[in-house]
């Protein structure tokens, strides 16, 4: 039901392939809400024009094969309501540094180290992301849950980072064998450019 849903969502707000709806679904502002594949998204698109959800029509390109270009129907539209009614199971949270931050007295001080460092720099980058989408859109009455969602995922970054920050030296002691590392602080605040509004 996510893929459905995540397809409906995104073809809501315009035409799309199914190229770009992976695009989006991986690298864009859709990226933060489901898990989708070319393997799991082209078979929904499918079902979705089936159900009469959605329209698929065929545009010509020179030299290359036709593209497949998805509209959401009026019922598609209700429906996509319908979904986002329904009660959600909890967000699922994996992070493979969680795995490497649970083996630190084993995986050592160096690697520990790297390890943070590593995700700092993508909490920071995704930060980074997050705020230039957030200056891309208008602060008018459709975008306000757009922008809530977007301030959303900041604080959480910059919550991230403040922690990882704080208490960094309490980890990397436990790697180097020191198990009396210091007790877990409050994270400090993180200040970038747009995210402090």
Known sequence: MSVR?????????GDATGYEIRKEATSGCFS?????????????LAKLEKEGLVTMREEKQPGKP??????????GRDALLDMLREDLPPDIYRSPFLLVAMSAEQVGG??????IDLQIEQTRHKLQQLSELKSR??????????????????????????YLEAN??????????????????AAAPVQTPQAAE
């Open 5 to 13: 849903r995540l397809c409906l969502a995104m073809l809501s707000e």
């Open 137 to 162: 859109i208008t602060d008018k009455p459709l975008n306000r849950g757009i922008l809530w969602g977007i301030n959303y995922g900041i604080d959480c970054m910059i919550q991230k980072i403040g």
């Open 66 to 75: 036709a593209r497949k270009v998805y509209s959401i129907t009026q019922t």
């Open 110 to 115: 160096k690697a520990i180290r790297r390890a």
């Open 32 to 44: 933060y809400f489901e898990d989708a594949s070319y393997g799991s998204i082209y078979p929904a």
């Open 168 to 185: 960094r030296a309490e980890l990397e002691a436990i790697a180097d064998g020191d198990g009396n590392g210091s007790q877990p602080q």
